[in-house]
């Protein structure tokens, strides 16, 4: 495991010998806001991880009580002006855009209480595990201040009426109400939490990379279009996908009744070959 953080950062950088990246969020004294030095850290840590070829899946942790409290509405209050407002919410949607964009899936680890951007962290991750103690809130209602930012992917992961629900009353919901209604994929009990994240990310590494970063540009791309257009994108997407090296040899696994020899192409070997 390598560590590269910078003296007095935000965020926690972890990188293991098979390419999962942990970023941690390392500022629980202020519940892990996304105030701008937080913000900058993460932006930096993902344009590096869209550069690395070695990454395979990013997990989002935190430490602390809370995973993450949202922007700092107490720093914001400090400083009334529409153009610092517009210029601090157009930085955090770079970075939500980042993890979208990112080509390895994020796995938000959520261990604690989750309020209002913090939402839109997790809701914007590609898969979430939460401990049976996290919480969930988009409480920005409670201050006069709609989660409209929030909203964009709490409504692309919730059914409409759950997450309006959300976003008007402000009301917490659990862990288990949050894997029902689409919010997180799975819960742990606290000492189980890293152990599930684990098994996701187990699963992701045990398929070629270059299928999981097409599949989840094209799941995003399609969700988008209307259902004539995204069944052609995604026909045009198998057709590439099916052209890669590592594609071809699962498929003549298949043919042949054997387990694909990923490795001998670039890519991680399955957990049964190994």
């Known amino acids: 495991m390598t560590t590269t953080t910078p003296a007095h950062s935000p965020l926690r950088t ?83 855009l980042a993890i979208h964009r990112l080509p390895v899936p994020v796995i938000a680890r959520v261990q604690g209480i989750t309020t209002a951007a913090g939402c839109q962290l997790v809701a914007q991750c590609d898969l979430a595990v939460a401990s049976e103690t996290a919480r969930f809130a988009t409480s920005g209602i409670h201050y006069g201040l709609f989660c409209a930012t929030p909203s964009v992917p709490l409504v692309r992961n919730m059914p409409a009426k759950q997450a309006m629900e959300m976003l008007l009353t402000g009301d917490f919901i659990d862990a288990r109400t949050a894997q029902a209604q689409g919010l997180v994929n799975r819960v742990a009990t606290p000492d189980g939490l890293d152990a599930e994240v684990e098994s996701l990310v187990a699963a992701i590494l045990d398929k070629p990379r270059a299928a999981v970063a097409m599949g989840k540009a094209l799941v995003y791309q399609q969700r988008e279009l209307g259902i004539d257009a995204a069944y052609q994108l995604a026909g045009q997407a198998m057709a590439l996908n099916m052209m890669d090296e590592a594609a071809q040899e699962g498929a003549r696994a298949f043919a042949e009744k054997r387990v694909p020899a990923w490795k001998a192409v670039g890519e991680t070997p399955p957990l049964a070959a190994r």
């Open 14 to 96: 972890d990188r293991d010998a098979r390419g999962v990246v942990t970023l941690t969020l390392a500022d629980p004294a202020r519940f892990n806001a996304l105030g701008e030095p937080m913000l900058a850290a993460l932006q930096q840590a993902l344009d590096a991880i869209a550069r690395d070829e070695g990454a395979r899946v990013v997990v989002l942790a935190a430490e602390g009580k809370a995973f993450c409290a949202g922007h700092d509405l107490k720093a914001m209050a400090q400083r009334p002006e529409q153009a610092y407002y517009q210029k601090l919410f157009a930085q955090c949607s770079r970075v939500m």
